[in-house]
């Protein structure tokens, strides 16, 4: 009995906090990456200090004080996600989980080591910014943004074989440059050679290397050409999958009063009887 009750206090824990399939979860996600955010935003202001903010900083201690906030915010997080996750989800061995164990480090590690150098410090600091990738869990419950979510997923593959042809290419390109223009023309490298072959794919055009022969210059116009024709693929590969996705979404979405379909993916009510349609997506 007293199992039961355990596990449900630490179910109603969980579901009010940290599960994403609920509408307090989704906003306590959202209170946790904005936390954040700040937290990453406090160390860039840190490393600055522009002047325009020294007159908002009332105390020297006020960057202490902030992290101190963050650190326990971040430590109660921690233990509660430790405390009430399920068991089968193991969350101190998950990714998230040893992200979220090193964000709340540094400041315990100051406490306990004072002359450990700082950089390493604000290294360990930064890290919280990989928390924000908890909005791509956000993105399934999200209606309409989780289209794009399915989108990628669904044509993953597909685009694995696109990124693995152009990097075949630029391996191809910068390999002959490399044989072509030599170190007396900057590419010393086949490492260096691969780069400039991306830079000038992508047509970005850094001008740091350029080739000086005539067969490297021709070779350059071809990548720029390969790459002004190839950059759409991906667009359109998965633009054409958003649409068989949203079309396969209206035809299985019915209303359970008159049994029609072609329902819009954030729609609350049929278009056909007007009652309301069950699985909102804000629900």
Known sequence: MTDMKMGTWRQKIYGHLFDIRTRVGRKMEYFWIAMAVASVFLVFIESGDPQPLRVLVARE????????????????????????????????????GVIDLLTILPLYILLIYPEMAGQYVTVLRLLRV????????LLRYMGA??????????????LLVFFTFVMILLCLFGGVMYVI???????????????????????????DITPHTPAGRILASMLIL?????IAIPTGV???????????????????HCHK????????????????LSHYSDE
């Open 145 to 158: 943004a989780s289209l794009l979510w399915d989108s990628i997923i669904g044509v993953r593959k597909k």
């Open 238 to 256: 998965l633009t054409a999958h958003m649409t068989e996705v949203l079309q396969r979404r209206r035809h299985l979405r019915r209303c359970e």
């Open 261 to 276: 379909s072609g329902h819009d993916d954030e729609a609350r009510f049929c278009k056909f009887c007007g009652q309301q």
């Open 61 to 96: 201690d006020l960057y202490l004080k902030l992290e101190i906030l963050f650190t326990a915010v971040f430590t109660v997080e921690y233990f509660l996600r430790l405390l009430t996750t399920p068991k089968e989800k193991n969350y101190a061995f998950t990714f998230l």
């Open 181 to 207: 223009e030599g170190p007396e023309h900057g590419f010393t490298s086949l490492p260096i050679s691969v780069y400039w072959a991306v830079v000038t794919m992508t047509t970005v055009g850094y001008g």
């Open 130 to 137: 990989l928390r924000v990738l908890r909005i791509f869990k």
């Open 226 to 230: 390969i790459g002004y024709s190839i």
